[in-house]
């Protein structure tokens, strides 16, 4: 695949720990990392603040072990106090103009994009890269607005030339037709994070994206 200069991080883990199957969280994303994962996102929506910062700053210890970013999920300020790479924020998160006019360039912000219309909003010119939810509905989540698919995918390729990363059952089955469809990288949650071996999980992906 052509790796995007401007993004290149082909195989995205977005983690949490209920993903995880019982086993200890921080073990699966070092199993992970070392299967060819290029970028993890936190993903924890019901943590308290202090919670969720005692992970964020385990993470971030661990991706600078292996030198990949780390995405923090919402929370800006945590973001800024583990000194993330970025932060991702959806369409009823804090809009990414506000984060810029709080913290200006300090996180590069991923949007995610559910909508045609939020393709030409005046807070694209604060985004970086856009993440395309879902490619396909998952029972993860409830309140899904478009499911792009594949030609959906290509239609936003063919209109933007941001990074687009592609998530919503990415799997070894949906992978590069993603990446054929205009994606420049593919967000897994499960597919590694419920995997028996999430380091062979993590490889097989991979693979399928070089």
């Given at each position: 695949m052509?790796?995007?200069?401007?993004?290149?991080?082909?195989?995205?883990?977005?983690?949490?720990?209920?993903?995880?199957?019982?086993?200890?969280?921080?073990?699966?994303?070092?199993?992970?990392?070392?299967?060819?994962?290029?970028?993890?996102?936190?993903?924890?929506?019901?943590?308290?603040?202090?919670?969720?910062?005692?992970?964020?700053?385990?993470?971030?210890?661990?991706?600078?072990?292996y030198g990949i970013p780390l995405i923090i999920n919402d929370a800006v300020d945590i973001a800024i106090d583990v000194d993330a790479w970025g932060v991702h924020v959806?369409?009823?998160?804090?809009?990414?103009?506000?984060?810029?006019?709080?913290?200006?360039?300090?996180?590069?912000?991923?949007?995610?994009?559910?909508?045609l219309t939020q393709l030409h909003s005046a807070e694209m010119s604060a985004v970086q890269h856009l993440g395309v939810s879902p490619i396909f509905a998952t029972a993860t989540k409830m309140d899904t607005i478009t499911e792009w698919g594949y030609e959906g995918l290509r239609s936003l390729r063919a209109q933007t030339e941001k990074p687009l990363i592609a998530i919503g059952q990415m799997n070894t089955d949906t992978a590069a037709e993603a990446i054929a469809a205009g994606a420049d990288s593919i967000a897994v949650v499960s597919a590694i994070c419920a995997a028996a071996d999430p380091r062979r999980a993590s490889e097989r992906l991979k693979s399928q994206l070089l």
């Open positions: 052509r790796i995007n200069p401007a993004f290149p991080y082909p195989l995205y883990l977005v983690i949490s720990e209920k993903d995880c199957a019982g086993r200890p969280w921080l073990w699966v994303a070092e199993q992970a990392i070392q299967g060819g994962v290029d970028i993890i996102q936190l993903r924890e929506k019901d943590l308290l603040k202090k919670d969720l910062f005692r992970k964020a700053w385990a993470l971030k210890q661990l991706t600078d072990k959806g369409q009823t998160d804090a809009p990414p103009s506000q984060i810029v006019d709080q913290y200006g360039d300090r996180l590069r912000i991923g949007w995610s994009i559910e909508t």
